[in-house]
């Protein structure tokens, strides 16, 4: 039994090796011979997952007892990546693990390789909830991360003559090993129908909210182990199923096909994520989703709330609820809902409760992208939540008009509803009315909110608003991508303290100048840059020069990002070597990923533009490889860590002001990439902690944007004064990239010249020149060596260790709870 018991949790070697044929055979049914890399996978997930569940069970327990305050991170989105290598790193047995598959005669990346991503987001928000989980453990605060267990995960890309072709993301065919469901955690939520008084016993009126549809909400959790702690938090994700009890209604009466039909619709709700950027976002099943999940979790934790503390007046001291974006920022009507109508709260103590309990972090600026609902489709769906939204509505204006006398402009402007056509919640006032904290997510970023977007909420509640930076985890990012870079560092600083306390990084400058150092970081980098070549070459079929410049620009497409100011520079190099064939220039590889929103016409335009510049170049025999341009498809997080390694070169040039903080850029610097960028989100405080000598920065500030969008901006003009530019512009009007057809890219070179709201063409001068002075700089390979060392030794702020504690310390007010190894 002693034995069985080790084999299962043991972290010896050889436990490994028992535990993993163990569950080879137990769970997998299968034998060496004949187990497929998929079994191998599954086998080494469970192995591991064994030995994460010791430490959940305990951490679960403690918790409880500790009557712990817990922070509830409620986002519509989770892009945890790829679940083994990460946990093993944190358990701290990667080299044994490594060992015992060797020993096993096993290829390990090749099991790594194996495992489906979850692709539960669109990108930097849904990062970012992975990575705050992580630090959330590592630093040992009690927390759950509340969202949906979508079937269906952000689409896969594939690439089919330069266009892109959405893929459908079946993650869960081959089975989850990380997740256990939790059958009888379930709860009914509800759509639909219409409210009604009645009085209860003691005679008070009361309303009653009589459903249409009621679908269950059954939890499916996923442990989230801290690095080097015996902390374990839960991500809870919620799957809709059929509400036994309301389809049995029809059964009863004996249409067993509309039961079926229920139950299937039922389903409907957590089957797809929804891409971002869609032109017609506005639809009802999103809606039904976010009220699916919020109210899930909100019935979640007031069951909690009953299970260890008790009564419901001290639940904003037990949890403290993050919205991550307004996407559940139902959670502020739905808890005030439950509170009044189901557990007899009035007005005043249900409102006192909720907005000490609600915080809202803020991701865009962008108008387009700020969430409205037409009332018409929140009554039909949530006919309860719209009166509540009202009565906030109602006690809120009344608290503005008080304040400013006679500003019945202002009062339109701050309203919950906007009346101006047809009639919509702003579910950014909602969020910012219910919560006791709002903040946006880089300095620059937490001004403009201040500044423009919530100015009136500032000028009404200034304490409300703060600035949390965002940070990435250095674990998932470092540790597990660039493990050759991590050992360097480890070896260099003479302890691998810096992998929990990120600032350690700032050992390394000591060392910046030795050219010891110098070689083995040059070898790093080669060495990864190789490794990407490699797979690119495998994926795409071009061939990249390890000796170039890795020039990356990996993110969503989107206009406000300038993919497309990156292919101007491009077109520009492109020029020059057909101009001049034997010029010096310094090789380089461009190298783009990322995915547009299938509906998002102009970005998927772009991506075709990459690939059809790519064609071009790559093919030309007179440019002879000097620059090379590629687009890695699907990229995701997986596929991330083959690039980030291999990076020289950062691309974060967003217009200045659009960019809210981005997070890709904190991963490139953190491996040693320099960053080109504007003045934009994190950009700004990266440049200041890196320094300025240590970063080429271009293109107008926020400030000046502003100010050449009052003035009026007319691209046309810069279009007809630089010749260059004009160039660039009929190149691809020519039909060069298009087998002749001048009309192809039509529709996005007008929109440069005509009316570009992202002003590529106001940046493009600063760019290119700012380009050269990247190639200059790139010749002389010690100081950019040192640059690049410089700019990882002071890249600490830029862990998701630090924004947590931020946020525990400024925003949360909670306490770490150490669970011992
Ligand atoms: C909303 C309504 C309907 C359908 C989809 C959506 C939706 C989904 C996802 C809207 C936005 C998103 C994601 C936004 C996002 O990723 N924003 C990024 O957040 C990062 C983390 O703070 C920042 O670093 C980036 O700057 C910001 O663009």
């Known amino acids: 039994d002693v034995d069985r018991e080790r084999t299962r949790t043991g972290m010896s070697k050889t436990a490994l090796k028992q535990g993993f044929l163990d569950n080879l055979f137990y769970i997998q049914g299968r034998f060496r011979e004949v187990a497929t890399p998929h079994d191998l996978y599954m086998a080494a997930a469970y192995t591991t997952r064994d030995r994460i569940l010791e430490r959940w069970i305990k951490s679960a327990q403690r918790y409880k007892t500790n009557q712990s305050r817990t922070v509830c991170y409620l986002s519509a989105e989770f892009l945890p990546g790829p679940h083994l290598a990460n946990n093993l790193v944190n358990l701290g047995i990667v080299e044994t693990a490594t060992e015992a598959a060797h020993e096993l005669g096993l290829d390990f990346d090749a099991i790594i390789a194996e495992e489906a991503e979850p692709g539960l987001g669109n990108g930097g928000l849904g990062r970012l909830a992975a990575c705050f989980m992580d630090s959330l453990s590592t630093l040992q605060i009690p927390s759950i991360g509340y969202g949906i267990r979508y079937e269906f995960g952000i689409f896969d890309q594939t690439i089919e003559d330069g266009w892109q072709v959405e893929k459908s993301d079946n993650w869960l065919r081959n089975g989850n090993p990380w997740e256990i469901p939790r059958p009888k955690i379930r709860f009914p939520v509800l759509y639909g129908g219409y409210t009604e008084q009645y009085r209860d016993h003691d005679g008070r009126s009361r309303t009653r909210w009589v459903p249409a549809q009621i679908i269950d909400g059954v939890a499916y959790d996923t442990p989230i182990l801290g690095y080097g702690v015996g902390n374990v938090n839960l991500l809870r994700l919620w799957k809709a199923e059929a509400s036994e009890s309301f389809d049995f209604q029809a059964f009863n009466v004996g249409d067993y096909y509309g039961a079926v039909h229920a139950k299937i619709e039922a389903e409907t709700i957590s089957k797809v994520l929804y891409p971002n950027d869609e032109p017609e976002a506005g639809k009802e099943l999103r809606l039904k989703q976010q009220f699916f999940f919020v109210s899930c979790s909100i019935q979640d ?147 403009l909110v201040k500044t423009t977007l919530f100015k009136d909420f500032h000028d009404f509640w200034p304490d409300r608003f703060h600035n949390v930076t965002n940070g990435v985890t250095p674990r998932r990012f470092m540790v597990v991508a660039n493990p050759r870079l991590s050992r360097l560092i480890s070896e260099t600083c003479g302890s691998d303290d810096w992998i929990r ?91 783009f990923g990322g995915k547009a929103a299938p509906g998002y016409f102009m970005a998927k335009l772009i991506i075709k533009l990459i690939n059809a510049v790519a064609e071009v170049i790559n093919n030309d025999p007179q440019i002879n490889g000097f620059i090379r341009v590629v687009f ?90 630089d010749a260059e530019l004009k160039s660039d512009i009929d190149l691809i009007n020519s039909g060069l990239f298009s087998h002749g057809d001048t009309q192809l890219f039509r529709p996005l070179t007008d929109r440069l010249v005509n009316q570009d709201p992202f002003m590529v063409l106001a940046d493009y001068r600063a760019y290119i020149a700012c380009q050269d002075h990247v190639a200059e700089a790139y010749r002389d390979h010690r100081h950019w060596t040192r640059m690049s060392i410089l700019n990882v030794a002071r890249m600490g702020k830029f862990s998701s260790d630090r924004a947590i504690r931020e946020y525990a310390e400024h925003i949360w007010r909670t306490e770490p709870h150490p669970i011992d190894l």
């Not at 906030?392 to 204006?397: D, T």
């Not at 070459?537 to 497309?564: C, N, S």
């Not at 960053?675 to 080429?696: C, M, P, S």
Request: charged letters at 25%.
């Open 632 to 721: 890695m498809p699907d990229f995701n997080v997986k596929n991330g860590q083959h690039l980030y390694p291999a990076a020289n070169l950062s691309e974060q040039i967003s217009l200045a002001g659009k960019e809210a903080s981005g997070t890709g850029n904190m991963k490139f610097s953190m491996n040693g990439a320099l960053t080109i960028g504007t003045l934009d989100g994190a950009n700004v405080e990266i440049r200041e902690e890196v320094g300025k000598e240590n970063f080429f920065l271009f293109g107008m500030s926020a400030e000046e944007v502003s100010q050449r969008q009052r003035e009026g901006y007319h691209p046309w003009e810069h279009y007809a004064k």
């Open 501 to 591: 306390d990120l600032d350690r990084l700032r050992d390394l400058e000591a060392h910046a100048m030795d050219s010891g150092l110098h070689e083995r970081w040059h070898e790093v980098k080669i060495a990864a840059k190789r490794d990407l070549a490699a797979w690119l070459k495998h994926r795409t079929g071009v061939l990249l020069d390890p000796e170039a410049i890795f020039d990356v620009q990996a993110k969503r497409i989107h206009e406000y990002k300038r993919q497309h100011l990156n292919l101007l520079h491009i077109i520009r190099c492109y020029q020059r070597l057909k101009q001049s064939p034997n010029q010096d220039m310094v090789p380089r590889a461009f190298i």
């Open 301 to 447: 934790m007031i069951r909690l709330q009953f299970n260890t503390v008790g009564p419901l007046d001290s639940f904003a001291e037990k949890f403290v609820i993050q919205l991550n974006d307004t996407h559940p920022s139902l959670a502020i009507a739905e808890l005030m809902r439950l509170l009044m109508d189901e557990h007899d709260m009035d007005w005043d103590r249900a409102w006192d409760i909720t907005h000490r309990v609600f915080c809202y972090t803020n991701h865009t600026l962008l108008p387009e992208a700020l969430e409205t609902w037409s009332v018409s489709l929140f009554e039909r769906l949530l006919p309860r939540h719209l009166e509540i939204v009202y009565e906030i509505n109602r006690h809120f204006l009344d608290e503005v008009r008080v304040h400013f006398l006679g500003d019945e402009d202002r009062v339109r402007r701050m309203s919950l509803i906007a009346e101006d056509g047809e009639r919509r919640v702003r579910m950014a006032n909602l969020a910012v009315v219910g919560s006791r904290a709002v903040n946006g997510v880089a300095a620059l970023h937490s001004e």
